[in-house]
């Protein structure tokens, strides 16, 4: 029988080699310790403005304030106030103050509505961007900002995608045939498949790296995949996303020195030990650059996220070594000896992993109901229900090494072992959109606020215009506000104020509307809402003793 690699002797990698080894990992973490430290948040949503969305303020603001839920950092050019004839309303840069951003505007600004236009980068390296107007005196035109577009270009989004699954699948190409040649790997077998695997794992997460780098440019300011300038690049390497990647660049660097020695059954224990330890700090950086980092709990998020990687990285970088080279090439006695201890090593990393991904999934999800009403939500169920699959052809492997000695050859566990590979080629990809998800803590509280929106819309006649405001455009009671302006955005007196709803589809009648009137041009009434659909509103607005008018609408109630 020929023993295990572990128990044959190897000789020691030049001084030299772990000199360099070294070297690459103090210049990792001098990085890591002059780096600034990142605020952690996640997924940065508006939660207010002043002025606020859709409102009528009776003078021009100094400013204009945004706040959002988490710290966000800037995104130069990207935060804009247009006046109502299309001009820039805002002077200076926009001071940000952690979750907050002033935008300084011109003094004595025209009457009519306003654009306010934002793009920002929350901590966990993903752009935020929106939209909404307000109105100085009276709702006009709202001008239309054709100097920046915040749209994401769906070729960025899916090349990063593709940059992450790259480095996932690297990662595990990289680790299973480094684990399996440093342990057990028996000697008479030739070692050069599993290194070029090795290699070409290495290869994508270098490559995937780099791209995932060159892509965050456009991603941060919203252009094509070739829109990147050395100031948009500048700031992404200047960035948490971009010192954890080049963090994992260094820590690459550093581990090539060590890799070729092991790969080929030169490497004693030091090297061995110091490729642990750069291997150990590489995985860190993945959740450096994502949720993790930006999470209620970062430093348990991102330890847990480490631990979920790694796990990963074993148990399926050990199987592709196991089915593409143990069980084709080893004897009987060699996987006598193998598949128990492999055996053992894979129900540790699957028990690992469940425990990494339950608490991770406790963090990023947040609430029962995120589950269900997120994106983020339904892509971890879809992910769920792809590993209980491949832990479930994972016991049938373990069975099948109880009994692999029953056949001549292990074809049954070999092809076990592919099914459970290309199932987990599938969770790997479910796993690099998730990562590109808003996690479901965050995307819950938006549907919760999306549900909430008041409804406004402005109406118009040839007496008048009517901004009509329903808030919460819910079932139940609902308050109603109604602004009417003179056909050149002044205040519009009124005499007289009537208003009714209906919601034929239900068979509900007119309901008359009892109004309060506020100031000549404002009033406001209360009115409940039995049903959800799409509700008819109709106002009628004299404005002396002859004049009247009636506007009508549909407000849609859910």
């Not at 996932?168 to 599993?194: E, K």
């Not at 992404?236 to 080049?246: I, M, T």
Request: hydrophobic content about 50%; charged content about 15%; glycine content about 8%.
């Amino acid at each position: 029988m020929t023993a295990p690699t572990p128990l044959s002797r190897r000789t020691r990698a030049h001084p030299l080699v772990r000199l360099a080894a070294g070297a690459g990992l103090l210049v990792v973490l001098v990085a890591l310790l002059l780096a600034p430290a990142g605020p952690a948040s996640a997924h940065a949503v508006l939660v207010s403005s002043s002025p606020a969305a859709s409102a009528v303020v009776p003078s021009a603001p100094a400013e204009v304030v945004l706040t959002f839920s988490e710290s966000v950092r800037q995104v130069p050019g990207k935060i804009r106030v247009l006046a109502p004839d299309g001009s820039r309303a805002d002077r200076g840069e926009p001071a940000f103050d952690g979750s907050v951003v002033t935008v300084r505007l011109a003094p004595d600004g025209a009457r009519g509505t306003y654009l306010v236009s934002y793009r920002v980068v929350s901590a966990d390296s993903h752009p935020v961007s929106g939209a909404f107007t307000y109105s100085v005196g009276a709702p006009s035109t709202p001008p239309v900002d054709s100097g920046t577009d915040s749209r994401a270009d769906p070729v960025v989004g899916l090349t990063i995608k593709v940059a992450k699954y790259l480095t996932y699948a690297g990662l595990l190409l990289l680790v299973g045939p480094v684990l399996m040649i440093g342990t057990f790997w028996p000697r008479r077998l030739s070692r050069t498949g599993p290194s070029r695997v090795a290699w070409a794992g290495f290869g994508l997460v270098a490559v995937g790296t780099l791209v995932g780098l060159w892509a965050q440019v456009p991603y941060t300011t919203g252009g094509g995949l070739l829109d990147v300038d050395g100031a948009g690049l500048r700031d992404a390497l200047g960035s948490d996303f971009g010192l954890a990647h080049l963090v994992r660049l260094g820590l690459l660097a550093a581990s090539a020195f060590l890799l070729r020695p092991l790969l080929a059954g030169r490497g004693g224990r030091a090297d061995r030990v110091i490729l642990a330890i750069l291997g150990g700090a590489a995985l860190f950086t993945w959740p450096l650059a994502g949720h993790p980092a930006a999470s209620p709990a970062p430093p348990l998020s991102i330890f847990v996220d480490a631990v979920h990687l790694g796990s990963m990285a074993v148990w399926l970088g050990g199987l592709v070594v196991l089915a593409g080279f143990l069980l084709p090439g080893a004897d009987e006695h060699e996987l006598d000896a193998i598949l128990p201890v492999w055996s053992r090593w894979a129900a540790l990393a699957v028990a690992a992993l469940l425990l990494a991904g339950t608490v991770n999934a406790l963090i990023e999800v947040g609430s029962p109901a995120a589950l269900v009403d997120t994106t983020y939500g339904w892509l971890l169920i879809a992910k769920i229900a792809l590993f209980a699959l491949v832990v479930g052809v994972a016991a049938v492997s373990r069975n099948l090494v109880r009994r692999w000695r029953e056949a001549a050859r292990p074809r049954p566990l070999r092809r076990a072992l592919w099914l459970e590979l290309a199932v987990a080629a599938v969770v790997l990809g479910v796993t690099a959109t998730l990562v590109q998800t808003t996690p479901a803590r965050t995307a819950g509280a938006d549907v919760a606020s999306t549900r909430s929106t008041l409804f406004t819309t402005t109406l118009a006649s040839s007496l008048y215009s009517l901004q009509v405001e329903v808030d919460p455009a819910e079932p139940g009671n609902n308050s109603m506000h109604l602004y009417a302006y003179s056909p050149d955005n002044r205040p519009q007196p009124v005499v007289e104020w009537r208003a009714t709803v209906a919601l034929p589809s239900a068979g509900i009648e007119p309901i008359e509307i009892t109004l309060l009137p506020l100031t000549d041009n404002h009033a406001t009434g209360e009115i409940n809402l039995p049903a959800s659909g799409e509700w008819q509103l109709r106002v009628t607005v004299r404005t002396s003793e002859i004049d009247q008018a009636t506007v009508s609408t549909t407000v849609p109630v859910r």
